[in-house]
């Protein structure tokens, strides 16, 4: 069945250093979304991409999607330790609409 | 603006009792409903959503059912409860299928 997958599963970086997280979907999708789980608590909705190539920012965050809309990435630039949390991709079911998310990539950053 | 609750936020229950885990959407109608389950460290599983008054898709064979009696109002149950049933339950809403979930708070259910 359809996949989406993440890359790393966890990476702990020095406060200021840059990070980045990769989505890889097994099948074109219509839309990316990314989602921020701090720990203990709820994912909360970042952003959605739709086009081809398109690339969005918020602030120290880049989320790019790729040419194909098989993969996705966002990247943080200098971290905090308020950027600390789990990051998740989320792409839609080609059969089903439903969406389907990655396993997530769990960010430590060390003050 | 649209706010979901769920409750409780956290239960520890013995194994082979019943649950009843609630969620409520306000500010908006017919909204797709989810419940979701989080393993300690790992991705979310889709346990079950909804469309509708009384439509419900499950995602997985498991030992929970989901109802939903009320549009902005759903229900995730178990007549038994196993030590695998464990986890962090989600509720989530959106507009339409495909589009941007509005997560609850969670439930931290322990099964012991």
């Known amino acids: 069945g359809q996949q989406v997958m993440q890359i790393p599963q966890y990476q702990h970086v020095q406060e200021g250093e840059d990070f980045t997280t990769y989505c890889n979907s097994s099948?074109?999708?219509?839309?990316i979304q990314w989602y921020k789980q701090r720990p203990g608590g709820h994912p909360v909705f970042l952003i959605q991409?739709?086009?081809?190539?398109e690339v969005k920012k918020q602030k120290r965050l880049t989320f790019q999607f790729g040419e194909a809309k098989k993969n996705s990435s966002l990247h943080i630039t200098a971290t905090q330790t308020t950027d600390v949390g789990t990051y998740f991709c989320?792409?839609?079911?080609?059969?089903?609409?439903?969406?389907?998310f990655g396993q997530g990539t769990t960010l430590q950053v060390k003050p | 603006s649209q706010t979901i609750h769920q409750w409780p936020a956290t239960l520890v229950q013995p194994v082979g009792s019943p649950l009843s885990l609630e969620c409520t959407v306000e500010?908006?109608?017919?909204?797709?409903l989810y419940w979701y389950r989080q393993a300690a460290g790992r991705g979310l599983q889709l346990l079950f959503y909804?469309?509708?008054?009384?439509?419900i898709s499950s995602e997985v064979p498991q030992n929970l059912s989901a109802s939903r009696p009320q549009d902005r109002q759903f229900i995730l149950s178990s007549k038994k409860l196993l030590l695998s049933d464990s986890g962090f339950y989600l509720c989530?809403?959106?507009?339409?299928?495909?589009?941007?979930?509005?997560f609850g708070s969670g439930t931290q259910l322990s099964v012991l």
């Open positions: 989530a809403w959106a507009r339409l299928t495909n589009e941007k979930l509005f």
């Open positions: 099948t074109t999708l219509s839309n």
């Open positions: 991409l739709v086009k081809s190539g």
């Open positions: 989320a792409g839609p079911s080609s059969n089903t609409g439903k969406l389907i």
């Open positions: 500010g908006t109608s017919n909204p797709n």
């Open positions: 909804s469309v509708g008054i009384g439509q």
